[in-house]
């Protein structure tokens, strides 16, 4: 049974703390996703990876940066915590036809 | 950036009854996939449709693909409590990101 697994469901930091969020697969895939999800707005793409050490941009990368040190681990990093970015965050990995995802990390920012 | 956009963004229906979700995107894709998602969880993929098709069946589940419309349906027969949920269309156009609408919340009465 293929798994991606998110290190945490719930998460509450304070403002100005520095967050990692992990993620892990076990299926050799090459490319790894972070989005966000908020009510009304959908999934937006935050960052992805196509490669270890490989990153690119998605569509708001502000305040966020990643890390991928070895293929199966894709990490999400908020430099400092503000309360916009209080949100559900999921990560997938993907084959070449699906996408597999986490069971998402909702994250609380006070 | 989103492709997808679904229509209509909530459904309410009754066990037995059919529901359609429509999904319209705005360039040319590679596939298009439909995904699930039960509250507060991670997305599951359901089908996905290549661009050169123009249907295709899984279960109870039936995908349409327009291209000259940039439109997609998902039909599910003889819906069940259990498909309560809120479903995704999603887009590959080139790159590595798979692109998510807003998605339709469906919810089916006993």
């Known amino acids: 049974d293929v798994k991606v697994t998110q290190s945490s469901r719930y998460l509450v930091k304070r403002t100005g703390e520095k967050v990692f969020l992990e993620c892990v697969q076990d299926?050799?895939?090459?490319?790894m996703f972070w989005y966000r999800q908020d009510p009304g707005l959908g999934l937006r793409l935050i960052y992805f990876?196509?490669?270890?050490?490989?990153?690119e941009k998605g569509d708001i990368p502000e305040g966020y940066s990643v890390s991928r040190e070895k293929k199966e681990r894709f990490s999400l990093i908020l430099e400092s915590a503000s309360t916009n970015q209080t949100s559900m965050y999921l990560c997938?990995?993907?084959?070449?036809?699906?996408?597999?995802f986490g069971q998402g990390t909702r994250l609380t920012v006070v | 950036s989103q492709q997808g956009e679904e229509d209509p963004q909530a459904l309410s229906i009754q066990e037995g009854e059919n529901a359609t979700m429509n999904c319209s995107y705005k360039t040319s894709i590679n596939n298009l996939q439909w995904y699930r998602q039960n509250s507060g969880r991670g997305l599951v993929h359901l089908i996905l449709?290549?661009?050169?098709?123009r249907e295709k069946h899984s279960g109870r589940l039936r995908v349409t693909l327009d291209t000259s419309k940039k439109s997609s349906s998902l039909l599910i027969t003889a819906s069940r409590a259990a498909d309560t949920a809120s479903y995704f269309c999603?887009?590959?156009?080139?790159?590595?990101?798979?692109?998510f609408g807003k998605g339709t919340s469906l919810l089916v009465t006993p």
């Open positions: 997938a990995s993907r084959s070449i036809l699906e996408a597999f």
């Open positions: 299926m050799d895939h090459e490319n």
């Open positions: 999603a887009t590959v156009s080139s790159g590595y990101a798979l692109n």
């Open positions: 990876s196509y490669d270890v050490k490989m990153k």
């Open positions: 449709i290549r661009s050169n098709e």
